[in-house]
């Protein structure tokens, strides 16, 4: 089955072809940053109108890449939510559109879903089941993976996402949108021990994460200090270990809980390098092994989506032609393949 990917849900149009057979037989990412830039973040009503100009020549140049008119598809996937709006009903505008122009079923994915599952388009995926720890601009959650669509949540932030955290400080910073990478490539720059940040809800049971305090932290430190290129790397590095350091207390305590031998770590700030080290470090000393996406996956991406389709499609799931979009969708509502 040749399966059309469509992601739109926030600040990057992403296309892929993913074949059942084959596997990935081409994508394409256009990044919307150099658009939102100015404003320090994503503005909604601009992404929108992006993603009508971007997703169709996305999609001409994927097809011609993978060497495939679109009517020898076998079926469209397009994220359906959660994300803004506007631009998820891009996407599902243009992928139900297509569908129809086609005569091929098309499948509305869960953009979670998509990252949750985003380390199967490696050479070595993981089996079921496995602890996921996903980590992105909107999400930090640890969840019980037992096979498609079977997920239990075992903890969520209770206010900021870990990358909302990233975005926030760096805006602090100075550094600019996205911040994760920004403060990934600061930090390197940083001296360790001048500035210490909390590791916040490590210090009572419990797997949910909170990464509002952080940024408060951050913001008291910063306080009648002057903001130089040194005091800036200084804090985005001893911000990054916090965090990161607080995601790896939280994925020891879920795997003590789980006992299962398999970590998946997905989601936009699993790019990050000392998050991909200490996690590394932990599964040597428990003896587990732990899975991430090609760091091109861990953000947006159309094969993510492209490769969700594909299984639910061919577990004859459908998403009929009378399409909305789901801006709040709760990843444990998925129906069980
Ligand atoms: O998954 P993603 O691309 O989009 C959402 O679904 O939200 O994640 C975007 C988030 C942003 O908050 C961004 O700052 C963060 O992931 N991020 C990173 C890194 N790359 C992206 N955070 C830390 N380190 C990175 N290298
Ligand atoms: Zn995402």
């Not at 996937?77 to 959660?82: K, N």
């Not at 297509?98 to 869960?110: C, E, F, S």
């Not at 430190?221 to 990054?240: G, I, P």
């Not at 970590?263 to 590394?280: E, F, I, Q």
Request: charged share 20%.
């Amino acid at each position: 089955m040749r399966v059309l990917g469509i992601e739109t849900s926030c600040d990057d149009t992403g296309v892929a072809v993913y074949d059942t057979e084959r596997g990935l037989l081409a994508h394409r990412l256009y990044s919307q940053v150099a658009l939102h830039l100015d404003y320090g973040g994503v503005v909604p009503e601009l992404a929108s109108r992006d993603h009508i100009r971007k997703l169709l020549p996305l999609v001409r140049a994927v097809l011609t890449e993978a060497g495939l008119p679109g009517d020898e598809l076998d079926g469209i996937a397009y994220t359906a939510g959660p994300g803004l709006a506007g631009a998820l009903l891009v996407g599902a505008a243009v992928g139900q559109s297509l569908a129809t122009a086609w005569n091929i079923p098309a499948v509305g994915v869960h953009h979670m879903e998509g990252h949750l599952l985003s380390p199967m388009l490696e050479p070595d995926p993981p089996a079921f089941p496995f602890t996921a720890l996903l980590v992105s601009g909107g999400h930090t959650l640890l969840a019980n993976i037992e096979g498609i669509g079977r997920y239990t949540l075992l903890g969520e932030s209770v206010d900021d996402a870990v990358g909302e955290a990233f975005d926030k400080v760096a805006k602090l910073l100075g550094l600019g949108y996205p911040g994760g990478p920004a403060i990934e490539q600061a930090a390197l720059k940083g001296v360790h021990g001048r500035f210490h940040f909390p590791r916040p809800m490590t210090d009572r049971p419990g797997l949910d994460f909170s990464f509002s305090g952080l940024k408060t932290a951050v913001v008291v430190a910063l306080k009648e200090r002057a903001l130089n290129s040194q005091t800036v790397a200084d804090v985005a590095l001893a911000f990054e270990e916090a965090a990161v350091e607080t995601l790896a207390i939280k994925c020891q305590r879920a795997l003590d809980a789980t006992q299962h031998e398999r970590l998946v770590v997905a989601g936009g700030v699993s790019a990050n390098k000392k998050l991909r080290t200490r996690l590394a470090h932990l599964a040597d000393r428990e003896k587990i092994k732990v899975y991430f996406p090609r760091p091109e996956f861990a953000t947006d991406n159309g094969a993510m989506i492209a490769y969700v389709g594909s299984l639910r499609l061919q577990a004859g799931q459908r998403e009929a032609a009378a399409f909305g979009a789901r801006p709040r969708w709760r990843i444990e509502e998925l129906p069980a393949v």
